[in-house]
């Protein structure tokens, strides 16, 4: 499956600092989240993907004493949700980092632990919407696919120095495409005459490698080799798994952890992620569960939960959502601190 990307604007859209930016199952989150908050004397919550802000500027207004630590590796989607929450600055405390940085962030920002963390994962409303940023294959633009413009390699530098079996797994495994081989031959064969820099000269060459009969079904021939593209600029994947068991490290007992995922391949990795927390490691067959080997986690949702149609309609962004939950009902065992988190900056 292929994620339309996370988040939604309307015809406010990321000019105004996404002052009507509509996030993904915004009512579901709140209410998940909302009994962690209630129980916390100083509540920390981490919109660990803070995109232009629509997420943490409902968690802010529904928690007066809330603080949100926001992080985004997109400098520009971070300016844009600072100026979006201005009116809640002293509760906001912005971050430009990967997910995967979370325990390094708190550490410098002075907090132990936190009772909420929210992962809205994929590509941003903003990315998608802007086409200097080479996302989408709908228009022409430079093959960037970079969530941080300002390091790391592009899209371009992957079609043009890949070897064609790195291509080729790259569009297998990120892009779950079955004329991998085929594409990579052929972007090999063309980079030759000429590298790759823009996005309709790589369209062109997908819809001409993937059969015609495939082209008449399943959407755009070219979205999966943009989504494996984007997947292999960012990192994505790899920046997941690191990702999520750290966000599970510094939550409190009785916090709780949501997550929005838009293709299978993230769902997948969250879903293991909390399974493995969620199960008790105590040998079966034993009459009585064995001391610090009970489950860590609750399960909050069966399986995975998914937008209404409704809200698919109304935010097409919403329509591949698979959105998964947990709470904390045990101590790692390397406990934390027994004080609630004090937001030092």
């Not at 915004?26 to 209410?31: A, F, G, P, S, T």
């Not at 590796?73 to 430009?96: M, T």
Request: hydrophobic letters at 40%; glycine letters at 8%.
């Amino acid at each position: 499956m292929v994620e339309p990307g996370r988040g939604g604007p309307d015809s406010g859209g990321p000019d105004n600092g996404g002052a009507r930016h509509v996030p993904v199952l915004l009512h579901r989150c709140l209410d998940l989240i909302a009994p962690a908050l209630a129980t916390a004397s100083s509540p920390v919550a981490v919109d660990a993907t803070l995109g232009l802000g629509g997420h943490a500027a409902a968690l802010l207004d529904a928690h007066p004493e809330l603080h949100v630590v926001g992080l985004d590796r997109d400098p520009q989607a971070l300016g844009l949700a600072v100026q979006r929450l201005r009116d809640h600055a002293a509760r906001l405390h912005p971050v430009h980092a990967g997910y995967d940085r979370l325990p390094e962030v708190l550490e410098r920002l002075g907090i132990s632990e936190v009772h909420a963390v929210l992962f809205d994962l994929g590509v941003s409303s903003l990315q998608l919407d802007d086409p200097e940023r080479g996302f989408a294959y709908a228009r022409d633009a430079p093959l960037d696919m970079r969530m941080d413009p300002t390091s790391g390699p592009t899209a371009a530098d992957v079609l043009n120095t890949y070897p064609v079996a790195a291509l080729t797994r790259v569009l297998r495994e990120y892009g779950e495409e079955r004329f991998a081989k085929r594409i990579a031959t052929a972007i090999a064969v063309e980079r030759e005459h000429r590298p790759f820099d823009t996005s309709a000269r790589l369209v062109e060459l997908v819809y001409r490698a993937v059969p015609a009969a495939t082209r008449r079904t399943g959407g755009h021939p070219a979205k999966r080799t943009f989504q494996a593209l984007r997947v292999e600029v960012n990192g994505e994947l790899d920046v997941l798994r690191t990702a999520v068991p750290a966000a599970l490290s510094v939550l409190a007992v009785g916090g709780r952890l949501v997550a929005l995922s838009y293709q299978s391949l993230e769902d997948r990795i969250v879903k293991r992620a909390l399974a493995q927390l969620a199960t008790s490691r105590t040998p079966p067959g034993l009459p009585v569960e064995l001391p610090g080997h009970g489950p860590q986690l609750r399960l909050l949702t069966r399986g995975a939960e998914q937008a209404t149609p409704e809200e698919s309609e109304s935010n097409p962004r919403a329509a591949s959502v698979r959105l998964r939950a947990v709470e904390r009902i045990a101590p790692i065992a390397s406990s934390r601190a027994d004080h609630g988190p004090e937001v030092t900056s």
